[in-house]
């Protein structure tokens, strides 16, 4: 996978999971399914996770890469997200740049963290109500058991996805589903923890002395 599609990966996750606020404060309930979606999201302020990444193309006809790893998150827009070998690779975000670790390249490259939702989906964790409704058309399907899905549409033709599904177990985040034109991508969280305090520093990158360092952003 090039550095590249490890970016857009990023940009619509989480996790963004993310994932991904400083919320809001409302004046009045709201039934709608978009204010069921952002009470779920309100109550987690930091989260900790397993992944399993499938990607797919043509609509998943074709299994296309699988991935696992550790997520880390933290309000405001805090992330750690790592890729276990033999794709290793570090993602990380202090809310202001964005370091993508490519390990068997020995390459860094340092993004301007975009304060944009639809660009960045994983700030739907940090959004308000407001936020949500003005990037999203927001659907809850039928729940079932313990779960509650929520299907999202970007209101915007310029976002890099169609549309985002989230699947929440007894409250807590547990599947992400990002469907594209071209690409299906599938997160899945296990052995999640949430409203922990993780080391504010885990969220920092030192650079290797002997990686190729690329900066996407006028310096």
């Not at 993310?18 to 302020?45: C, H, M, P, V, W």
């Not at 890469?65 to 990380?92: C, H, M, S, T």
């Not at 547990?174 to 299906?184: A, E, M, N, R, T």
């Given at each position: 996978?090039?550095?590249?599609?490890?970016?857009?990966?990023?940009?619509?996750?989480?996790?963004?999971?993310?994932?991904?606020?400083?919320?809001?404060?409302?004046?009045?309930?709201?039934?709608?399914?978009?204010?069921k979606?952002?009470?779920?999201?309100?109550?987690?302020?930091?989260?900790?996770?397993?992944?399993?990444?499938?990607?797919?193309?043509?609509?998943?006809?074709?299994?296309?890469?699988?991935?696992?790893?550790?997520?880390?998150?933290?309000?405001?827009?805090?992330?750690?997200w790592?890729?276990?070998?033999?794709?290793?690779?570090e993602?990380?975000?202090?809310?202001?740049?964005?370091?993508?670790?490519?390990?068997?390249?020995?390459?860094?490259?340092?993004?301007?963290?975009?304060?944009?939702?639809?660009?960045?989906?994983?700030?739907?964790?940090?959004?308000?109500?407001?936020?949500?409704?003005?990037?999203?058309?927001?659907?809850?399907?039928?729940?079932?058991e313990?779960?509650?899905?929520?299907?999202?549409?970007?209101?915007?033709?310029?976002?890099?996805?169609?549309?985002?599904?989230?699947?929440?177990?007894?409250?807590?985040?547990?599947?992400?589903?990002?469907?594209?034109?071209?690409?299906?991508?599938?997160i899945?969280?296990?052995?999640?923890?949430?409203?922990?305090?993780?080391?504010?520093?885990?969220?920092?990158?030192?650079?290797?002395?002997?990686?190729?360092?690329?900066?996407?952003?006028?310096?």
């Amino acid at each position: 996978m090039t550095q590249i599609n490890i970016f857009l990966i990023l940009r619509v996750l989480l996790l963004k999971a993310g994932l991904i606020i400083l919320f809001s404060s409302l004046t009045k309930a709201d039934d709608s399914a978009s204010f069921k979606l952002y009470q779920l999201l309100e109550r987690t302020n930091s989260l900790s996770a397993r992944f399993q990444q499938q990607i797919s193309y043509e609509q998943g006809s074709i299994m296309a890469e699988q991935f696992r790893g550790d997520f880390l998150f933290l309000k405001p827009n805090y992330l750690r997200w790592v890729i276990e070998p033999p794709a290793a690779q570090e993602i990380v975000s202090n809310g202001d740049k964005i370091w993508i670790h490519d390990v068997e390249l020995e390459q860094v490259i340092i993004h301007d963290f975009k304060n944009d939702l639809l660009a960045t989906p994983s700030l739907i964790f940090s959004s308000s109500l407001a936020d949500i409704n003005r990037s999203y058309t927001v659907t809850e399907q039928q729940a079932k058991e313990q779960s509650q899905y929520f299907v999202l549409k970007a209101n915007s033709r310029s976002s890099l996805f169609i549309r985002l599904e989230l699947e929440f177990f007894q409250g807590v985040i547990s599947q992400v589903k990002l469907v594209s034109d071209d690409q299906i991508n599938i997160i899945s969280f296990s052995n999640t923890k949430t409203n922990i305090s993780p080391a504010i520093d885990l969220f920092t990158f030192d650079l290797p002395k002997t990686a190729e360092v690329l900066y996407n952003y006028d310096r």
